[in-house]
């Protein structure tokens, strides 16, 4: 693992064959990253650059997997007050275990997701719509595991927004074919300020929908279909209720198999 700044100079290094962490003790700064490096691909590892952040088990296919540190520099915050702030930091990586990889689980979760584009680390959200391009929207916070939902904007309640188009879609990349057999939604539940979905259809890598019927609800929707082996999903044709909110948006999308 090493610690770059924003012209590749390496400000701190470790290695290590199973696991591995590092402990800058100086401010990060603007355009600083992580890199984590393992010798082959593909490989499951689980990180955790901050301690604001739970650790996640992710897919890599590339050897070099690289995490700009975030800056809060725009008007809201989808982290922690605190996180990556500081002098003192412990970021930590591993190998995952057997087990963790071929459990039942919640799929879809990356607390380490990036808005760039990238092919290296999943699973990924991509969506063609975000509110205003703010971090508070973006498609990664619905896949951050987080789930409160009674409010929008700054943590803990960062969702996806979809900028008012009747045309928005999310969709999770997991890098490689997974079997998964059902969905859970938690809708934005700033009501009456949010409106919320009554219909929508989740489309899969090998061409097969399934419509489902969402309720205006600020609990957990789970929806439950065939299993299937795909290597992505689609939350698509999403339609509103007729209130007078234009607000509908989305806290988190749970895919559940392994």
Not at 64 to 84: L, M, S, T, V
Not at 174 to 183: A, P
Request: aromatic residues 12%; glycine residues 6%.
């Amino acid at each position: 693992m090493t610690l770059l700044d924003d012209k590749d100079n390496v400000l701190k290094q470790s290695e290590n064959a199973e696991k591995v962490f590092l402990d800058p003790h100086h401010p990060y700064a603007f355009g600083d990253r992580v890199r984590v490096s393992v010798e082959s691909t593909p490989v499951y590892i689980v990180v955790q650059l901050d301690s604001a952040l739970s650790p996640a088990l992710i897919y890599l296919t590339k050897k070099d997997w690289e995490y700009k540190i975030p800056f809060n520099i725009q008007r809201e915050w989808p982290y922690p007050d605190g996180a990556f702030l500081g002098k003192a930091h412990y970021l930590r990586a591993r190998y995952a275990t057997d087990g963790e990889i071929s459990e039942y689980r919640n799929i879809a979760v990356n607390s380490h997701d990036q808005h760039d584009p990238q092919l290296a680390a999943f699973p990924h959200a991509t969506a063609n719509a975000e509110t205003r391009g703010e971090s508070v929207f973006y498609a990664k916070n619905a896949i951050d595991g987080m789930l409160a939902n009674e409010s929008h904007g700054n943590y803990p309640y960062q969702s996806w927004g979809i900028n008012a188009q009747d045309d928005a879609e999310i969709k999770i990349d997991f890098g490689r074919k997974v079997t998964m057999d059902k969905v859970g939604l938690v809708l934005r539940a700033d009501y009456p300020h949010d409106s919320h979905w009554i219909e929508a259809t989740l489309e899969f890598s090998n061409g097969d929908k399934e419509i489902i019927y969402p309720k205006k609800t600020k609990e957990e929707q789970f929806f439950g279909f065939q299993e299937r082996t795909v290597s992505w999903i689609k939350l698509t044709k999403l339609i509103k209720d007729k209130d007078m909110s234009t607000f509908p948006a989305l806290t988190e999308f749970e895919v559940f198999g392994r």
